[in-house]
T-cell receptor, first 110, second 115 residues
Framework: DAEITQSPRHKITETGRQVTLACHQT?????MFWYRQDLGHGLRLIHY???????NKGEVSDGYSVSRSNTEDLPLTLESAASSQTSVYFC?????????FGPGTRLTVL | SQQGEEDPQALSIQEGENATMNCSYK?????LQWYRQNSGRGLVHLIL?????REKHSGRLRVTLDTSKKSSSLLITASRAADTASYFC???????????????FGKGTKLSVIP
């Protein structure tokens, strides 16, 4: 069955370190998204991609970057982790209308 | 910025009762979707209603859409303990160019179904 996976599921890092969260989907969807979920804020869009080599900034993109070298993967990089980036991160891919979400990565920045 | 806003923020009911959650939004939409999130999990798509539809059913779910009031409601009938989760509405706003396929999510309604 097609699926979307994220790794790691849990990560603890220190302020200032670079961190990369992986997202892999096997639906062959062109559209992929990264969100963060925080209490009181719901889901907020960080970055998104509509295809290979395409990346776009979302609502809360500062301090994050993505790259899209193939259809299946959209890794999210925190260039220099900050405590404000402690959150749960969700990756999603989309067909025509429906978004399919990964299980999430819980990131703690100490 | 949040497009959809769910109401209430939290809802607690007895098993067997119906649960109604509401969503209001601000701009013109192509469609509105409802998602469920169980604790510690990702969001799961439940149902989609297009802007030219007024009501849609899927199993125990009933969704209505009133584009004149920019609002939607999700009704879960005969609730079960397994329905305990957070429910989010997401709007697919009409736009062109970059961002054409973005969904904007509300903050969710936390539903507790007591056995």
């Amino acid at each position: 069955d097609a699926e979307i996976t994220q790794s790691p599921r849990h990560k603890i890092t220190e302020t200032g370190r670079q961190v990369t969260l992986a997202c892999h989907q096997t639906w062959n969807h062109n559209n992929m998204f990264w969100y963060r979920q925080d209490l009181g804020h719901g889901l907020r869009l960080i970055h998104y991609s509509y295809g290979v080599h395409d990346t776009n900034k979302g609502e809360v993109s500062d301090g994050y970057s993505v790259s899209r070298s193939n259809t299946e993967d959209l890794p999210l990089t925190l260039e220099s982790a900050a405590s404000s980036q402690t959150s749960v991160y969700f990756c999603a891919s989309r067909d025509t209308d429906t978004q399919y979400f990964g299980p999430g990565t819980r990131l703690t920045v100490l | 910025s949040q497009q959809g806003e769910e109401d209430p923020q939290a809802l607690s009911i007895q098993e067997g009762e119906n649960a109604t959650m509401n969503c209001s939004y601000k701009t013109s939409i192509n469609n509105l979707q409802w998602y469920r999130q169980n604790s510690g999990r990702g969001l799961v798509h439940l149902i989609l209603i297009r802007s030219n539809e007024r009501e849609k059913h899927s199993g125990r779910l009933r969704v209505t859409l009133d584009t004149s009031k920019k609002s939607s409601s999700l009704l879960i009938t005969a609730s079960r303990a397994a329905d305990t989760a957070s429910y989010f509405c997401a709007t697919d706003a009409k736009r062109s160019g970059a961002g054409s396929y973005q969904l904007t999510f509300g903050k969710g309604t936390k539903l507790s179904v007591i056995p």
